[in-house]
């Protein structure tokens, strides 16, 4: 879409049939999760009939016919459908932040970002890493450089661990919005939860201070996943 490309796969007209509306859907999902493919995404785990609203599912592969599931299988996803296909779509959307969001960030960009002085950006590591792409490490960078405004010689590696405190989105806050640095000023160094809880509140009503919505909870914050961080993070 961000190409001025059609989006593939997408139903022309809604069937008046509910079943050949299903049918369409998984068409589209299937042609969906192809082209993510063909771009590079990470999406072999992710089955066409899991991103199905669960009607459709139940009518495709629950009910009788030719593409119903083996019968021992029958019980589990009338049980946890709504899981699996919750994690599907999780794994979908980052997996299309990571191609058409992430993939914009580059070293280049960073260093011409206003208010970031390229010179102090060149003992960063921007490439060159077995774990993380180049377009995260930027984003590792880009914390770096702000949490080193107020404690220097710091280094973030990774999305998880080194951000549970909330002490890094509050360097990144107090650079970007100097009316906030005494509340950031407050955070502690922590690894005790409640106390990366009570952080993280203050992160969420700084966040809010700045009109920011569609925030994740405190917990989410505190000790939230590295892909979960990561999406807060752009």
């Known amino acids: 879409a961000s190409t001025g490309k059609t989006v593939p796969g997408q139903m022309k007209k809604v069937p008046a049939n509910r079943k050949e509306e299903a049918k369409m859907l998984l068409a589209q999902y299937t042609e969906l999760l192809s082209t993510l493919k063909a771009y590079g995404g990470l999406v072999g785990a992710i089955k066409p009939e899991y991103l199905l609203p669960q009607d459709h599912f139940h009518r495709l592969f629950l009910e009788k016919g030719p593409t119903s599931i083996p019968v021992q299988l029958r019980q589990f996803y009338q049980q946890h459908y709504e899981l699996v296909s919750e994690g599907s779509w999780i794994m979908l959307l980052y997996q299309v932040v990571k191609l058409f969001v992430f993939n914009r960030l580059t070293a280049k960009l960073l260093r011409s970002t206003p208010g970031v002085d390229p010179a102090l950006t060149k003992d960063l590591q921007l490439s060159g890493s077995n774990v993380y792409s180049n377009s995260e490490l930027v984003l590792l960078g880009w914390f770096t450089y702000h949490f080193r405004l107020t404690t220097p010689k710091a280094q973030i590696l990774n999305f998880d661990k080194d951000l549970h405190d909330c002490r890094v989105f509050g360097a990144v806050l107090a650079s970007h919005v100097p009316s906030l640095s005494d509340a950031m000023a407050t955070l502690k160094k922590t690894d ?42 752009i």
């Open 192 to 233: 005790v939860l409640q106390e990366r809880i009570a952080n993280a509140q203050t992160i969420i009503s700084a966040c809010r201070k700045i009109g920011l919505e569609y925030l994740p909870a405190p917990p989410q914050l505190a000790q939230g996943s590295a892909r979960d961080l990561m999406l807060f993070s």
